[in-house]
């Protein structure tokens, strides 16, 4: 049986060493989670991180990298994708970058979507629905398939930003919710999921959203 307490305590310990931006700490905070290490071989043999858009690791609020370059680098490496500081795979950056981040924002930290049940809850799922050391599907897989399912639903604008066709999705449209976005990588292609997390007014979010077409959430 997972025990929640110590995998917790193993993750923020591992997230301590990933801050230090050196190749040797971001390979020993990886190292230290192997269910982490798992989830990107899975995740890389099995194709999902093409399902994803692309995502900026600095943090549109705070002007801050959310993980250091060599965290960054070390993911993408594992996950077998090339990427150059600071734009990366979405999923890999709001997955299993984000679970890594210390950095403050103005919402908290990066990793809380993931660690406390509001995201889960508001997805419809159980609390611990998210938790990224539970055995079976990653947590990019879980994530993926919640994304995806907010989409299809019935709250979901759409916008064109430069061409490029870019759609918020909610679960709820007002009070809080859990929030999808998804940017096409270029025009005329579908969208592909960039984040996804809780919010608290989920009709603000439908309202501003098509009044002021531009890119969100760290897409690029």
């Not at 995998?7 to 020993?28: F, K, N, S, Y």
């Not at 005329?188 to 999921?193: A, K």
Request: with cysteine.
């Amino acid at each position: 049986m997972v025990n929640a307490v110590s995998e917790l305590a193993a993750l923020m310990h591992a997230a301590d060493r990933a801050a230090i931006d050196t190749p040797v700490a971001a390979q020993g905070a990886i190292d230290a989670l192997p269910w982490l290490d798992a989830s990107l071989r899975a995740d890389r043999d099995a194709g999902r991180f093409a399902a994803w858009g692309r995502s900026t690791a600095v943090d549109e609020n705070t002007g801050t990298g959310v993980i250091t370059p060599a965290l960054f680098a070390e993911l993408h490496r594992r996950a077998g994708l090339s990427a150059t500081w600071p734009t990366g795979n979405a999923g890999l950056l709001h997955c299993y970058g984000y679970l890594l981040s210390r950095e403050p924002t103005p919402y908290g930290l990066k990793s809380d979507r993931w660690l406390t049940p509001a995201l889960a809850l508001a997805c419809g799922l159980a609390a611990d629905a998210f938790l990224p050391w539970l055995p079976g599907p990653t947590l990019l897989a879980r994530a993926t398939a919640a994304a995806a399912a907010l989409s299809a639903g019935p709250h979901s604008p759409t916008v064109v930003v430069a061409g490029r066709e870019s759609r918020v999705s909610l679960s709820a449209p007002e009070g809080p919710a859990a929030l999808a976005y998804a940017v096409a990588p270029s025009p005329g292609l579908p969208p592909l999921p960039v984040t996804l997390f809780p919010v608290t007014d989920a009709a603000a979010i439908l309202t501003e959203f098509p009044s002021l077409p531009r890119l969100r959430w760290n897409a690029v």
